[in-house]
């Protein structure tokens, strides 16, 4: 059977610039990755700006270029409370909302989309559920299973309402509202490496595009993390775990991402899956436009390593 090839895409803010420019450059020579053997594209947060622009089938290119530095200080230009964030969202959501209005023209529906598709995002409420639920908005289900419950029916949201509730980042912008369906934060809560999420909507049985397992081969491209480590065996409080240097909203991030990882490679082995990963010196946090360069850079690393390990995913991600 013909492979199902998936690509996702990780939140991180203004670190999709990283993702992005690898991304470019592995479709260029001398790896040539064949973006159009894709079925379905993954993201959560910025992952999914990413990843709807690669559904509705944008150049990876034009992608690429929302994550410019001129663009990202755009983004995060428009400053409430003074930039600080104790009291009520640091930024408002307009001037991101402006831009991908502009990026995503005509603003289709999912069920429009040439390409698969799956963001991820954490609802607050629900009209139907009356409770909080993680959400995966895809445009590979069966609508019949459905009918009777339209909440969970996808097919006419706009890919734009999909990705503000994607990436509606706690403390940085406010949850976003969709009419008739409810509030949304953040994908990252739940699901900051999309890969086995994306997974999971490719095979699952009820969907009206299914992949078996076996022929599955999913690229999980992150964007950056600080190698870390707590010494001891702390015992702190509050105080200690939700310091300045946030260790457990850390952990927690980390830590689920690792597990994605770990779930991806349980089930589909070396044969089906990939993560490509690179380790910060240092973190940079969703907003600091100022890093943009350094991401770039990060990405066009010459090292013979790089290198290599850019060989063996793209020949990996061609094969028939």
Partial sequence: MAAYRIISFDGGGIRGAFTTQV???????????????????????????????????????KVAEFYSESNCKFIFSKKRFFGLNVFGPKYSREPLKEYLTEQYVGNPMLEEL?????????QLQSPYTRNWLSVFFNNRQDFVAHERKPIFNYSKLRVLDA???????????PAYEIADRGSYIDGGVIANNPGIAGLSVAINPINTVKAKL???????????????????????????????????????????????????????????????????????????????????????????????????????????
């Fill in 214 to 320: 076996e022929d599955v081969r999913l690229l999980s491209i992150g964007n950056g993390i600080v190698p870390t480590e707590i010494k001891g065996a702390p015992k702190w409080g509050i105080a200690g775990w939700m310091g300045p240097s946030l260790p457990l909203l850390n952990i927690l991030s980390d830590g689920s991402s690792d597990v994605d990882n770990y779930y991806c490679m349980s089930m589909l082995g070396e044969k089906g899956y990939r993560r490509l990963q690179v380790d910060l010196k240092e973190a940079v946090v969703l907003d600091d436009y100022k890093a943009v360069p350094e991401m770039v850079k990060l990405a066009n690393c010459e090292t013979d390593e790089f290198k290599e390990e850019l060989r063996t995913i793209a020949e990996w991600f061609n094969a028939d």
């Fill in 163 to 173: 990705v503000l509730a994607s990436s509606a980042a706690p403390t940085y912008f």
């Fill in 114 to 122: 040439p390409y698969g598709l799956s963001l991820s995002s954490f």
């Fill in 23 to 61: 991304l470019l450059r592995l479709t260029k020579p001398p790896y040539n990755l064949d973006l159009s053997k894709v079925q379905l594209f993954a993201g959560t947060s910025t992952g999914s700006v990413i990843a709807t622009g690669l559904a509705m089938g944008l150049p990876i290119e």
